[in-house]
């Protein structure tokens, strides 16, 4: 039997019996790139909803922050529009049409690595250009870069405190059920230095591709110049605990049930990300809940706006905005970091200017 006739579970088996546990950022790396790369996750008949696909007006006040702090910064040209993990290109869509009222017409770019997505992101966007990843957007002027639930997909680490020192969670095997075993190799390393004094049993999850992502964007921030707004459910500083999950068919299920057919997650480590942008020499304008966010720019006049021309759907207005904006709904768990260039001001909505 070859790989491509063996399903990834049972590819996995056979790896953790002839060499040993697996680490948990190559079993969900693996789960999410198999997972992303045969469909389109996204909406009612799709496993997931995001922002974008719940109401236009999310993408439209991301387009309207974009204006805003590009037109502060001078409206240098040429400007690109950045966008990583685009889903089906709805979120850019609706802000390139809104940026557009106030003469922001950037070059597209998106970075999606799923030939599945990239077909619906075509049409929704038809001048876009398409990457693989950052390294070929152009670098000849500043970067407008969105990235909306994008980094909680990326694969994490988990470290656990024994009383031999920090070992990494792995990924074994009980029979034929996958379970989590502890590494042999110390992960000091790996560890932030408050909480290399935890006590024992203490746990806490690291991303080193978020963490590469972020340090290349701000890279390109300081020398091209430009803003970058972060997307994503998470926490402002590192906390302990397990927030891995995984969700199929809209309910949440356990992430060794089925690899590579569900979306794997965790909850993004913000305070983090915030540290190593300052120390990369971007502007950190700030990270808030994602309801006080739109709130600020004006979502509730949006809202009223769209009912008044088109009063049937007041309703349904309404209740798209609470579900993005609402705390027990996505208002308070999701949260929104901006960044900036050093010498380009700061963008509204946010607390730290």
């Known amino acids: ?62 387009g309207l922050w974009l204006a805003d702090i590009w037109i502060k910064a001078g409206r240098r040209q040429p400007v690109h529009y950045v ?100 590494g042999t190799h110390s992960m000091e390393f790996a560890v932030p230095d408050d909480w290399r004094g935890a006590t024992q049993g203490a746990m806490i999850e690291t991303c080193p591709g978020a963490a590469a992502v972020m340090d290349e964007v701000c890279l390109r921030l300081v020398n091209q110049g430009g803003a970058a707004l972060f997307i994503d459910y998470g926490h402002s500083d590192t906390r302990a605990g397990s927030t891995l999950q995984a969700v199929r068919e809209h309910k949440k299920v356990d992430p060794f049930a089925s690899p590579g057919e569900a979306d794997i997650t965790a909850h993004v480590d913000f305070g983090t990300l915030a540290r190593i942008a300052r120390s990369r020499g971007a502007r950190w304008l700030g990270t808030v809940p994602q309801g006080q966010w739109l709130t600020a720019l004006g979502i509730d006049m949006r809202a009223e706006a769209l009912a008044r021309i088109a009063p049937k759907y007041a309703a349904d207005l309404q209740q798209a905005k609470q579900r993005l904006v609402a705390d027990h709904q996505m208002g308070l768990l999701f949260k929104v970091m901006g960044l900036a260039a050093p010498d380009w001001s700061g963008g509204a909505g946010f607390e730290v200017d």
């Open 83 to 182: 966008e990583l993990g685009p889903g089906r290109g709805s979120l850019a869509k609706d802000a390139l049409r809104s940026a557009k009222r106030y003469g922001l017409v950037p070059r597209v770019h998106l970075v999606e690595a799923s030939t599945t997505l990239r077909e619906i992101q075509r049409t929704a966007v038809p001048d876009a250009e398409f990457h693989d990843d950052l390294s070929t957007v152009p670098e000849d002027g500043p970067i407008l870069l969105v990235a909306n639930e994008f980094l909680d997909a990326l694969p994490i680490r988990q470290l656990v405190r024994s009383a031999e020192g920090w070992r990494e969670r792995m990924v074994g095997l009980d029979g034929d059920a996958f379970t989590f075993v502890a």
């Open 1 to 62: 039997m070859t790989d491509e006739s063996m399903s990834l579970a049972d590819i996995f088996r056979r790896l953790i019996r002839n060499q040993g546990p697996i680490s948990l950022s190559q079993f969900m790396g693996e789960s999410n790139a198999r997972y992303y790369a045969s469909r389109d996750p996204l909406g009612s008949g799709g496993d997931f909803v995001t922002a974008p696909e719940i109401s236009q007006m999310f993408g439209e006040l991301i």
